[in-house]
């Protein structure tokens, strides 16, 4: 994966390959439900600087700093910059927004994108080394915030044994020019490799054991990030927004969908002795790979370096804090304004705007927000959060009871099971039925206790 995406003359994003939009590879809410997305998220910031304010974390006229990470082609940044001077004047002067991103060829695009924000000061790019995963950054009070970053993240697919101390992981056998490697692919792909962990993978894989998982698509840039973060965020937040799960989510034997993928997805392939998850890697360097993210993992990460789990849940649930209804007949209207801009025409533009809006407020499913937080206690979402350490995690100890029988399995996110049922608005009544009745109890409590 790191190969693919990121080597600095072939990489799919260094390089420049990727392509954003509706006619695309693929396309990203910020891009799609612009500018909503954007005003949404740019709520959240006025209260997290307003939270840090209260607790006494940051002065009233200090700079709270918005640091975006994999900014894409900048409408993320833009929607939020622009929502900011219309609707909070007063904040955006103590607003600094800046912009790690890996890939020369999108820093480039963000910097057409954002040229007025750039001229006047309030946006610009941190140092990073193609070769970097993070950027250099100076210590800052703010959000770090993502959306859709860790998915790219390179993973590895760990499998193990809990009562052996030894780790195998299986790597795809890359070399440094990928178009003639790619040409000349061989008919196994694949190396089998030890290694010995490291601390925090060793702890992270502990907290599964009751679990009892055996195989997991795991990306050891999440520790390196948080150590990052606990470096240069001195107080405030840390949003993620991507798709995936809790860790049984992605421990889930039989997932809805294969929690590797590509895109653009490859035509059918004749290799037999290609193993699933590799099968689809025949362009490396023209797709995007992208994997279902293991979000107590980055709780796990998170708590490590002092940073609590403020909210975790659907992306929509970050509607109910911002007060903003991506439904509403004048929010949709502003969605399709810009979508006919970028040459959409009328029908199909109401059309992508309603589908779009009704797919991150109640549908969206699989696409999650974990917040936390350093510094701040008086910053919500607003809603119920579902579980994501993983000792809070609910496991399924006893028969499920018909009703509920077709919506959730034996093994996966029992949450994320509701939710992709259609079921987001009942799915807490339905956990805290099902563990009265004790079907399901939490992964770090034994029965009775």
Same mark, same amino acid.
């Given at each position: 994966?790191?190969?693919?995406?990121?080597?600095?003359?072939?990489?799919?994003?260094t390089?420049?390959?990727?392509?954003?939009?509706?006619?695309?590879h693929?396309?990203?809410?910020?891009?799609?439900?612009?500018?909503?997305?954007?005003?949404?998220?740019?709520?959240?910031?006025?209260?997290?600087?307003?939270?840090?304010?209260? &607790?006494?974390?940051?002065?009233? &006229?200090?700079?709270?700093?918005?640091?975006? $990470?994999?900014?894409?082609?900048?409408?993320?940044?833009?929607?939020?910059?622009?929502?900011?001077?219309?609707?909070?004047?007063?904040?955006?002067?103590?607003?600094?927004?800046?912009?790690?991103?890996?890939?020369?060829?999108?820093?480039?695009?963000?910097?057409?994108?954002?040229?007025?924000?750039?001229?006047?000061?309030?946006?610009?790019?941190?140092?990073?080394? !193609?070769?970097? $995963?993070?950027?250099?950054?100076?210590?800052?009070?703010?959000?770090?915030?993502?959306?859709? $970053?860790?998915?790219?993240?390179?993973?590895e697919?760990?499998?193990?044994?809990?009562?052996?101390?030894?780790?195998?992981a299986?790597?795809?056998?890359?070399?440094?020019?990928?178009?003639?490697?790619? !040409?000349?692919?061989?008919?196994?792909?694949?190396?089998?490799?030890?290694?010995?962990?490291?601390?925090?993978?060793?702890?992270?894989?502990?907290?599964?054991?009751?679990?009892?998982?055996?195989?997991?698509?795991?990306?050891?840039?999440?520790?390196?990030?948080?150590?990052?973060?606990?470096a240069?965020?001195?107080?405030?937040?840390?949003?993620?927004?991507?798709?995936?799960?809790?860790?049984?989510?992605?421990?889930?034997?039989?997932?809805?969908?294969?929690?590797?993928?590509?895109?653009?997805?490859?035509?059918?392939?004749t290799?037999?002795?290609?193993?699933?998850?590799?099968a689809?890697?025949?362009?490396?360097?023209?797709?995007?790979?992208?994997?279902?993210?293991?979000?107590?993992?980055?709780?796990?990460?998170?708590?490590t370096?002092?940073?609590?789990?403020?909210?975790?849940?659907?992306?929509? &649930?970050?509607?109910?804090?911002?007060?903003i209804?991506?439904?509403?007949?004048?929010?949709?209207?502003?969605?399709?304004?810009?979508?006919?801009?970028?040459?959409?025409?009328?029908?199909?533009?109401?059309?992508? !705007?309603?589908?779009?809006?009704?797919?991150?407020?109640?549908?969206?499913?699989?696409?999650?927000?974990?917040?936390?937080?350093?510094?701040?206690?008086?910053?919500?979402?607003?809603?119920?959060?579902?579980?994501?350490?993983?000792?809070?995690?609910? $496991?399924?100890?006893?028969?499920?009871?018909?009703?509920?029988?077709?919506?959730?399995?034996?093994?996966?996110?029992?949450?994320?099971?509701?939710?992709?049922?259609?079921?987001?608005?009942s799915?807490?009544?339905?956990? !805290?039925?099902?563990?009265?009745?004790?079907?399901?109890?939490?992964?770090?409590?034994?029965?009775?206790?």
């Amino acid at each position: 994966m790191e190969l693919a995406l990121y080597h600095p003359t072939f990489g799919y994003y260094t390089a420049g390959t990727v392509a954003f939009g509706d006619d695309a590879h693929f396309w990203t809410f910020p891009e799609r439900l612009s500018p909503t997305f954007g005003r949404v998220i740019a709520r959240h910031v006025v209260a997290m600087r307003q939270a840090l304010i209260d &607790d006494g974390a940051l002065g009233v &006229d200090e700079v709270f700093t918005v640091v975006e $990470l994999g900014a894409g082609e900048g409408w993320l940044a833009d929607d939020i910059l622009t929502a900011l001077a219309e609707d909070f004047a007063d904040v955006l002067p103590r607003v600094a927004y800046r912009i790690g991103d890996r890939a020369p060829a999108l820093r480039e695009r963000q910097r057409a994108r954002l040229a007025r924000w750039f001229e006047a000061g309030r946006v610009a790019h941190l140092e990073q080394g !193609a070769g970097d $995963l993070m950027p250099r950054l100076e210590p800052v009070v703010g959000l770090v915030l993502s959306n859709e $970053l860790f998915d790219v993240y390179p993973h590895e697919l760990i499998r193990w044994d809990p009562n052996d101390s030894s780790l195998s992981a299986l790597r795809l056998d890359a070399g440094p020019d990928l178009e003639a490697r790619a !040409a000349a692919r061989g008919p196994d792909p694949v190396i089998h490799a030890s290694f010995a962990p490291t601390e925090l993978r060793s702890d992270y894989l502990a907290a599964l054991t009751p679990l009892t998982p055996r195989e997991l698509l795991f990306a050891p840039g999440m520790d390196t990030f948080f150590a990052w973060v606990d470096a240069h965020l001195l107080r405030g937040f840390v949003m993620t927004i991507d798709y995936g799960g809790s860790a049984m989510h992605c421990l889930d034997p039989a997932p809805a969908l294969p929690q590797l993928r590509v895109y653009p997805e490859p035509v059918a392939h004749t290799q037999t002795r290609t193993p699933a998850f590799v099968a689809d890697l025949l362009l490396p360097g023209r797709q995007d790979v992208t994997v279902d993210i293991d979000f107590s993992h980055l709780a796990f990460a998170g708590r490590t370096h002092g940073f609590e789990v403020v909210h975790f849940g659907p992306q929509g &649930d970050l509607c109910a804090r911002a007060g903003i209804d991506p439904l509403d007949k004048g929010e949709r209207a502003r969605v399709v304004k810009r979508l006919k801009a970028r040459g959409m025409g009328e029908v199909v533009a109401q059309t992508r !705007a309603y589908e779009t809006a009704r797919g991150f407020a109640t549908g969206s499913a699989g696409f999650r927000v974990l917040v936390q937080a350093r510094g701040a206690t008086r910053y919500t979402v607003g809603v119920v959060s579902d579980a994501v350490l993983p000792e809070d995690l609910w $496991l399924v100890t006893g028969p499920i009871p018909a009703e509920h029988a077709e919506h959730i399995k034996a093994t996966g996110d029992v949450a994320s099971d509701l939710d992709h049922a259609g079921l987001r608005a009942s799915r807490h009544e339905r956990i !805290a039925a099902l563990a009265a009745a004790g079907v399901i109890r939490r992964a770090g409590r034994t029965p009775g206790h």
